[in-house]
């Protein structure tokens, strides 16, 4: 009787371990995110001032998310895009100087976002959904060259994304970031006439009357940096 009670105690504890074991291994989470982006890339600025999506160039790139918590996330983005603008495109403006650009550019940025549920694939924890609609915001830079050489240009991004887990460690997504920059002369031409600075002398300063670029892309990642989850059966 002895022997058989102590048979019944070792399979219920090898049966706990067991269980914990699986336990952890389901409840595995990835401090990170890898991957790639695709889409296009338009200006907004003094030479198309209210059209959104308007002559749109390739756009790709490639993200690193880290996770801060359940909901925020800190993202760096390293991408290569183009933009163009010319004022022939809209007549009914008063331009004292008809102009045109396009260049390529490079964009590094560091967003942080914030993600409206808790997201995630998990068995053990309810609140998690796989797909999540989030917001991010953060400083960005645009490396672009112009007629009298490289510019460096810093801004500010801020932008909508939605993302779904399509596995346990692989997701895809949506994302619109939208580049407020702190100069007004990402715009000129190649010959640096600056027609397209302040072109109705209105002023400008860091925050007004300054030039933007968008992207619109759709990416794929893949969960990287793994934690073992909290076992619940000992919470």
């Given at each position: 009787?002895?022997?058989?009670?102590?048979?019944?105690?070792?399979?219920?504890?090898?049966?706990?371990?067991?269980?914990?074991?699986?336990?952890?291994?389901?409840?595995?989470?990835?401090?990170?995110?890898?991957?790639?982006?695709g889409g296009v890339s338009y200006y907004n600025g003094d030479a198309n001032s209210t059209t959104p999506f308007y002559e749109n160039h390739p756009y790709?790139?490639?993200?690193?998310?880290?996770?801060?918590?359940?909901?925020?996330?800190?993202?760096?983005?390293?991408?290569?895009?183009?933009?163009?603008?010319?004022?022939?495109?809209?007549?009914?403006?008063?331009?004292?100087?008809?102009?045109?650009?396009?260049?390529?550019?490079?964009?590094?940025?560091?967003?942080?976002?914030?993600?409206?549920?808790?997201?995630?694939?998990?068995?053990?924890?309810?609140?998690?959904?796989?797909?999540?609609?989030?917001?991010?915001?953060?400083?960005?830079?645009?490396?672009?060259?112009?007629?009298?050489?490289?510019?460096?240009?810093?801004?500010?991004?801020?932008?909508?994304?939605?993302?779904?887990?399509?596995?346990?460690?692989?997701?895809v997504g949506v994302e619109w970031n939208m580049h407020k920059l702190f100069q007004d002369d990402f715009d000129d031409d190649e010959y640096g006439h600056?027609?397209?600075?302040?072109?109705?002398?209105?002023?400008?300063?860091?925050?007004?009357?300054?030039?933007?670029?968008?992207?619109?892309?759709?990416?794929?990642?893949?969960d990287i940096f793994k934690r073992r989850g909290v076992c619940r059966i000992y919470d």
């Amino acid at each position: 009787m002895v022997i058989f009670y102590s048979m019944r105690q070792f399979k219920r504890y090898i049966l706990v371990l067991l269980l914990g074991l699986l336990s952890h291994t389901l409840n595995a989470q990835y401090l990170g995110e890898i991957g790639v982006m695709g889409g296009v890339s338009y200006y907004n600025g003094d030479a198309n001032s209210t059209t959104p999506f308007y002559e749109n160039h390739p756009y790709v790139g490639g993200l690193l998310r880290l996770k801060m918590s359940s909901h925020w996330l800190c993202k760096f983005d390293l991408s290569y895009g183009a933009v163009s603008g010319d004022t022939e495109n809209f007549p009914d403006i008063n331009y004292p100087h008809s102009s045109s650009f396009e260049h390529s550019f490079w964009n590094v940025g560091c967003q942080f976002e914030l993600n409206f549920f808790k997201y995630g694939m998990g068995r053990w924890d309810k609140d998690l959904k796989r797909h999540t609609p989030y917001i991010t915001a953060g400083p960005s830079i645009a490396v672009y060259q112009a007629w009298n050489g490289h510019h460096i240009m810093p801004g500010l991004a801020f932008g909508v994304g939605y993302k779904f887990k399509v596995a346990p460690r692989f997701n895809v997504g949506v994302e619109w970031n939208m580049h407020k920059l702190f100069q007004d002369d990402f715009d000129d031409d190649e010959y640096g006439h600056g027609y397209l600075t302040d072109p109705m002398h209105v002023g400008h300063s860091t925050f007004k009357n300054n030039d933007w670029y968008s992207c619109a892309a759709l990416f794929l990642s893949f969960d990287i940096f793994k934690r073992r989850g909290v076992c619940r059966i000992y919470d």
